[in-house]
């Protein structure tokens, strides 16, 4: 048997292949979805809502129109929302930063002096677990289950320890695992008992409206859920439209309670003077204007994105359901597939992909440290190589599951 698996293999090497399926970017067929929108602003959109989109006056908050569309993004209210520029991860790390120095609106002091601790979920988003590590948190791990992140053991945490000062995960189609929270995972995040009194739910829905199912489960609002409460401050959830328009030439927003909001706001206020207004009228024009709105921008990105999904669900079926080498996600939305082998041998194949000419997420990328305690995850990023690279390096893949588990 592995004389016949290692024959394939060396098949596989002698064609010379060059595929990548390391980060979540989308295809340029996704990015040519918004090509219009490099147009779409004239001179007669340079004043909009007697705001002068050239000149300075306007405010951190973005306009107006932009947090009405991040409104429908984020389901919140429009005065629950800051935009800004680029990336959420630009806000998210704009925010931890502040709070180390100043603590959050109601700390009782800077965390930084606290050496705190944040909770993180894996596997789970290898950027968060950069930010956090950069800044100087101890991170916390909990598992990533299919209602979201493992609330028994977050509840007993969180009770016992005021270092531990927040959360952070992906609440939507989470990265990698394509799990999202339920709405008695977000009742039990936005009323448990915490000994830290500044504790707050960071959420980086970056793949909220990145569904590939005609009916996707509704996933309820954090922000929501911890106003009914009792705890309006708690949360703080982020989101851009990296994956939605362009993703090095987006905008973003964070959403939150008025009042955490204001806070922010007069920080934000001291490094610069307000976002690209431009930027986030160029966005809200081409949204607006996509046949069907949002939905329908999303449904075209879905057309483009499904295929590609179900290529790695059937081949990964194909060549390895029933042999109980390894198990993975079937997510409905999001940029991700999370695979477990059975054995500890997810570094072994990952490198026999790479001799094969398959780029995967390095070993461990999904924990923190890189340390995957089980050697057993890999994160599968299918949204960018064309299909009929998928399908072949699923192939390779499964064949190196095969053979590193023999």
């Given at each position: ?279 986030l009228y160029r966005h809200v024009k081409f949204i607006r204007q996509f046949p069907g709105g949002l939905q329908g921008l999303m449904r075209k990105h879905a057309e483009l994105l499904k295929p590609k999904f179900d290529a790695v669900e059937e081949v990964l079926e194909r060549e390895l359901g029933g042999t109980d080498l390894a198990r993975w996600t079937v997510p409905h939305g999001g940029y991700f597939v999370s695979l477990d082998t059975t054995k500890p041998v997810a570094d072994k194949v990952i490198e026999l992909a790479r001799e094969a000419g398959v780029a995967l997420t390095p070993a461990g990328a ?41």
């Amino acid at each position: 048997m592995r004389d016949e698996l290692q024959k394939k293999f060396d098949e596989y090497k002698a064609l010379g292949l060059s595929l990548n399926m390391q980060r979540g970017q989308p295809a340029d067929e996704n990015f040519d979805l918004s090509n219009p929108m490099l147009t779409i602003a004239g001179e007669e959109d340079m004043v909009v809502s007697g705001v002068s989109l050239r000149n300075y006056p306007g405010g951190v908050y973005g306009i107006q129109e932009a947090r009405e569309l991040f409104g429908d993004i984020l389901k919140v209210k429009p005065e629950e929302v800051l935009c800004g520029n680029n990336s959420s991860l630009k806000m998210l790390s704009n925010l931890l930063m502040w709070a180390l120095l100043k603590g959050m609106k109601d700390s009782p002091a800077p965390w930084v002096g606290d050496k705190p601790k944040m909770i993180v979920t894996v596997p789970g988003y290898d950027r968060h677990f950069l930010i956090l590590e950069t800044l100087g948190f101890e991170l916390v791990t909990v598992p990533m289950g299919p209602d979201g992140p493992d609330m028994d053991k977050v509840e007993s945490l969180v009770a016992t320890d005021s270092r531990i000062k927040g959360i952070l995960f992906v609440p939507t189609y989470s990265n990698p695992t394509g799990d999202s929270i339920s709405l008695s995972t977000a009742e039990r995040l936005a009323s448990m008992e915490c000994a830290a009194p500044d504790f707050t739910i960071f959420a980086d829905d970056a793949y909220g409206v990145h569904h590939v199912v005609d009916n996707p489960s509704d996933v309820p609002s954090l922000i929501r859920v911890c106003e009914e409460k009792g705890n309006r401050d708690r949360t703080f959830v982020f989101g851009s439209t990296s994956k939605i328009t362009f993703a090095g030439a987006g905008i973003a927003a964070m959403a939150s309670s008025p009042d955490n909001l204001a806070w922010f706001a007069k920080l934000l206020g001291t490094q610069f003077i307000g976002p690209n207004k431009i930027e986030l009228y160029r966005h809200v024009k081409f949204i607006r204007q996509f046949p069907g709105g949002l939905q329908g921008l999303m449904r075209k990105h879905a057309e483009l994105l499904k295929p590609k999904f179900d290529a790695v669900e059937e081949v990964l079926e194909r060549e390895l359901g029933g042999t109980d080498l390894a198990r993975w996600t079937v997510p409905h939305g999001g940029y991700f597939v999370s695979l477990d082998t059975t054995k500890p041998v997810a570094d072994k194949v990952i490198e026999l992909a790479r001799e094969a000419g398959v780029a995967l997420t390095p070993a461990g990328a999904t924990f923190p440290g890189k340390n995957d305690p089980n050697n057993s995850n890999i994160r599968l990023a299918p949204s960018r190589p064309p299909l009929a690279e998928v399908v072949k390096a699923m192939e390779i893949v499964a064949l190196c599951i095969k053979l590193a588990s023999e």
